[in-house]
């Protein structure tokens, strides 16, 4: 079964503007993790935030974490055509294993 | 460093045959997983390795797939017979000491 849901599950938008989205999840995680995928490819981690962070940057990324809401965003700012992929997230569970969630597909308009 | 390797990269079968996925991790990493993603959806495990031991085949449907990890380092999955519903990306992923998953482009089957 999926642990993470993401949220929405598709976006579009133009080249320039930021983009959210949104994962929920259900139970105690060790770490929550957000991977791209481009069509036809394996998946790339992004970034990784731990139980215990609130907030982390890579980049033009911005992970957020609410562990009392089991809530996590991933915001990429001033998008790029070559960020139209997939997104998802992925819960280390707490004796469990990697859970992804169905995924977000961004489409950047340039 | 070498990605995880996967081959073949496309498998086109007809129901009830048999068919086989290969899996190189990347060097050094124990854990292994395998994930069967289908159209539209995220990536579902199936299988995970720590060496060449089962840490979790929970979700794997063992009346008809089968993988192995010998020696610790490569893998295969095998679905046997192959089914319909089992067209899909059946995706290979490594990981160091619990770090972020590295993931192979996948094999991409179709059954018919």
């Known amino acids: 079964s999926q642990q993470g849901e993401e949220d929405p599950q598709a976006l579009s938008i133009q080249e320039g503007e930021n983009a959210t989205m949104n994962c929920s999840y259900k139970t105690s995680i060790n770490n929550l993790q957000w991977y791209r995928q481009n069509s036809g490819r394996g998946l790339v981690h992004l970034i990784l935030?731990?139980?215990?962070?609130r907030e982390k940057h890579s980049g033009r990324l911005r992970v957020t974490l609410d562990t009392s809401k089991k809530s996590s965003s991933l915001l990429i700012t001033a998008s790029r055509a070559a960020d139209t992929a997939s997104y998802f997230c992925a819960t280390d569970e707490i004796d469990n294993d990697m859970r992804f969630g169905a995924g977000t597909r961004l489409t950047v308009k340039p | 460093e070498a990605g995880v390797a996967q081959s073949p990269r496309y498998k086109i079968i007809e129901k009830r045959q048999s068919v086989a996925f290969w899996c190189n991790p990347i060097?050094?990493?124990?854990?292994l997983y395998w994930y069967q993603q289908i159209l539209g959806q995220g990536p579902k495990l199936l299988i995970q390795f720590q060496n060449n031991g089962v840490v979790d085949d929970s979700q794997l449907p063992k009346d008809r797939f089968s993988a192995e990890r010998l020696k610790g380092v490569d893998s295969t999955l095998k679905i046997q017979p192959a089914k319909l519903e089992d067209s899909a990306v059946y995706l290979c992923?490594?990981?160091?000491?619990?770090?972020?998953?590295?993931f192979g482009n996948g094999t991409r089957l179709t059954v018919t």
């Open positions: 992923a490594s990981s160091y000491q619990g770090g972020p998953l590295h």
């Open positions: 060097s050094g990493h124990a854990t």
């Open positions: 935030i731990r139980s215990n962070e």
